[in-house]
């Protein structure tokens, strides 16, 4: 695990006086250890934990993304922290978008997988000059998985592979979980070790997580409930990428938006974790 502890002292590098006051916040909140069946985004969701499970929900999920990133434009409504187990120091996040009820017909009119990549591989780059001293530049470098939409299970998969400044390696996968009123966008962060396919790696998550009945894709209302202004396509051109595709009907984002944000879908949030576990329990870290 070479690679958590490159990225923890680069995260923690330029806030060393500050590290004691983040674990007391961070210890602070609402961390559920047991496993259970916990709602979450107003009773719509279900997340069922393991052992291997620290999980945090609503606006403390919010507070702590705050206390990892030092901003508010990330507020996800739960987060799962893999403390022991096979994915050890991976993690999931969970954020629940209502835009309407999201249509599958227009995958191949939006979806342009090398186009897609090379935009990628731009906005990171422009990304690495709005980062601020002591963050690591990082670099795109293929689709791990590229883009799929799973018809049967109303979800789409994919995966970017990249590494840093360091040669250190990440993989993201994503996956969009569809639901009546939206979509469930499900995060995971790991190393290449961890992953083989973002099915793979998000098939114990989605396994774990549903919508509850009424909420689910299958409970549309056709004629009654709210649609989209764009497909599910187009959605995933927009998230992937950070741009947006006017003629699909999506406001694009403010250049300054997608460039302070960008690094959110690579930054690993809790490559900290294990150092963090350690000093909650009061054992000395690595």
Known sequence: MKFLMVFLSLVFAHAVS??????????????????????????????????????????????????????????????????????????????????????????????DKAKMLEEIQEGTREANKQRGEGYPNLYVDAWAQDPHLDKTNNTVYWAIAGHDDNQNEFINAKALKLGREGYTEILWIGSPEQFSSAEVALEPVLANYSYKEGFQYADYIPGSDKVAAAGVGALVYKLATGKALAKAGFLALAAIFAKKLWFLVFLPVIYGWKWVKNRFSGKPSE
């Open 18 to 111: 500050a590290q004691d006051d983040d674990i007391t916040k961070l210890r602070a909140l609402n961390w559920k250890e047991t496993p259970d069946n916990y709602s979450i985004a107003d009773n719509k969701a279900v997340i069922k934990t393991t052992e291997n499970d620290f999980l945090i929900t609503g606006q403390e999920a919010a507070e702590y993304m705050f206390i990892m990133q030092g901003h508010r434009s990330y507020s996800p409504d739960a987060a799962i922290l893999r403390v022991q187990g096979p994915e050890v120091d991976s993690q999931v996040i969970y954020t629940i978008n209502e835009v309407g009820y999201l249509t599958q017909d227009d995958w191949d009119d939006n979806i």
